[in-house]
């Protein structure tokens, strides 16, 4: 008598527990089909807010090609950029050079003789045109600046610093401003190290305050140098205009940076 009592409440807690089991059944996720945005987490908040404002850190990472024109005295020069390789084309009328991921070269026409530094030129204008995105790359350090103030309104500044080792110059320094409603990008501080052994405490400033929507991404459509005297910006110094824009998810062709027969190589 005592086997069967004990038989049937075995079969009761049994069914008690496999009724609990079915209640708390947990419907699976499939988060390959979820859009989760897991990129920006590794931001700070504040250069994570002028990201978004830009069209987002995620969108800049899916595109390889940047191109864009620049009128120059010389006329039209074209820039070409592998934004994965960081291989670039810089074609104009006079010269064309190139950097094909492990080698920098240049190309004269016209038998016109090349005088510019190639190598302190290279990335040079890219780094300026795809502010803010650029200072998103890996091996960077940021840092709450001291706000800049022009005319009567201030902007909270990111100091931009680099890990040793990291790109031609690891010493250069970059405050970027924004506009602390909107996350606009609005002014880009910066110092030149290229060629020195220490970091320079001198900054030149731009000022980014024309934007255009290029592939859904807010990039510039002109910057402006200001003058810097006294701890104050003082009147603009002239103007740069970016035409032709494309920014495109297609990887550009590795034949547009390859070293022509005739190039010099650049060491």
């Known amino acids: 008598m005592k086997f069967k009592n004990l038989l049937l409440i075995a079969l009761v807690v049994f069914a008690s527990c496999k009724n609990d089991t079915t209640s708390k059944t947990v419907e699976s996720i499939d988060y390959s089909k979820e859009e989760l945005d897991i990129t920006t987490s590794i931001y700070p908040e504040n250069i994570t807010k002028v990201f978004v404002a830009h069209g987002g850190i995620d969108n800049w990472n899916k595109m390889k090609t940047l191109a864009f024109t620049m009128d120059k005295s010389n006329g039209k020069e074209i820039t070409t950029t592998n934004l994965k390789t960081r291989a670039e084309l810089i074609d104009t009328p006079t010269y064309s ?38 200072v998103g790359d890996v091996g960077i350090l940021y840092e709450a600046a001291k706000p800049l103030e022009f005319e009567g309104k201030s902007y909270p500044g990111i100091l931009i610093s680099y890990e040793a080792g990291v790109g031609a110059s690891p010493d250069d320094q970059y405050i970027i401003y924004y506009d602390e409603d909107t996350g606009l990008m609005q002014w880009l501080g910066y110092t030149v190290t290229f060629g020195k052994n220490e970091k320079s405490k001198d900054f030149h400033y731009i000022r980014y305050n ?58």
């Open 97 to 134: 050079s190139g950097y094909d991921g492990e080698t920098l070269w240049v190309s004269e026409k016209d038998n016109i003789e090349y005088s510019g530094n190639a190598r302190f030129y290279k990335g040079l204008m890219l780094y300026f045109y795809a502010m803010p995105f650029i």
């Open 210 to 267: 024309n934007w255009q929507n290029s592939n859904g991404l807010i990039l510039p459509k002109s910057i402006d140098w200001y003058n810097y005297e006294n701890n104050s910006l003082t009147e603009k110094r002239n103007t740069v205009e970016f035409t032709d824009v494309v920014i495109s998810e297609k990887e550009p062709d590795a034949s547009l940076f390859k070293k022509p027969e005739d190039a010099t190589i650049i060491e």
